[in-house]
């Protein structure tokens, strides 16, 4: 794989300074809403920041965001929906609701080259890609189409995720993406007691992070007002800053904005101080 998408011919220009892309080995563990939160809280910060939806097969994106449709298109391109301040776009938003997409590598390939040309993006400073999960035609696609500025892998703490999320990170190494660290979603659940469940065990986003060599960069607690506020269209960022998820959430995008190169291709730095 990595032969294949070595050097940078036929990349189209990135509307964003940085392009972030969000995996996870598997489906189940809450990478579409750790997507959508920190586009929120970059947002929130004063960020110009997209919100790519390139699982082309769950679009998850517009429901979480509470937009049902696009705006008219003007002079021939696709004016991007807006919620929290972030644009985003969707296949989502493109076919009837419930309707299978039946695509194989060429066709995908085709929609993402036009979400990134053919949508009136305007100046980012952001671009965060919710990649569908495992390690197929998406991330393959998206590599040959913009240059990513990093990647960051979602896991739950229990074995089986952590061995889906490990080929999730290999895959980011062999398309030569520079990886930003691990988040270990529903790490806990906190009882009215003060005391912490591990629902799902403890320990594998640490694991894999170590293995790996590069950062656990957060460890993000269960909260029933994630759930309700991702079926709402209120991501919680949004609907209550002041939680101690929606805190983890700002948390998680200052240290993946830390993470990112200063000089590289994407532009300068954006020096921006997250607040809740």
């Known amino acids: 794989m990595a032969n294949v998408v070595s050097g940078t011919r036929g990349l189209m220009k990135a509307p964003a300074r940085y392009t972030i892309a969000v995996a996870s080995g598997k489906g189940g563990v809450g990478k579409s809403t750790v997507a959508v939160n920190i586009a929120v809280a970059l947002a929130k910060s004063g960020a110009r920041v997209g919100l790519m939806d390139a699982d082309i097969y769950g679009p998850n994106i ?130 009215p007691d003060g005391t912490r469940m591990e629902v799902f065990g403890r320990g594998g986003g640490q694991q894999l992070a170590e293995s790996a060599g590069v950062p656990l960069l957060a460890t993000l607690p269960m909260d029933p007002a994630v759930r309700e506020g991702g079926d709402n269209g209120t991501p919680i960022v949004a609907s209550d800053p002041d939680s101690p998820v929606a805190k983890a959430f700002v948390e998680l995008a200052e240290r993946i904005v830390a993470q990112l190169p200063k000089d590289g291709e994407a532009g300068s730095s954006v020096d921006i101080k997250l607040v809740g």
């Open 62 to 191: 517009p429901t979480m965001m509470g937009v049902a449709h696009l705006p008219p298109a003007k002079e021939g391109r696709i004016e991007p929906a807006e919620a929290y301040g972030v644009k985003m776009i969707s296949i989502g938003f493109l076919v009837k609701p419930g309707q299978a997409l039946i695509w194989r590598g060429p066709m995908l390939h085709s929609a993402i080259r036009q979400f990134v040309g053919d949508v009136n993006w305007g100046e980012l400073d952001y671009m965060i890609v919710d990649l569908p999960p495992g390690t197929g035609d998406a991330p393959l696609s998206l590599a040959q189409t913009l240059p990513l500025s990093g990647g960051v892998v979602v896991t739950l703490p229990q074995k089986v995720s952590l061995d889906d999320a490990t080929r999730g990170l290999q895959m980011f190494q062999q398309l030569q993406v520079p990886v930003l660290g691990v988040i270990e979603n529903m790490s806990y659940l906190e009882l």
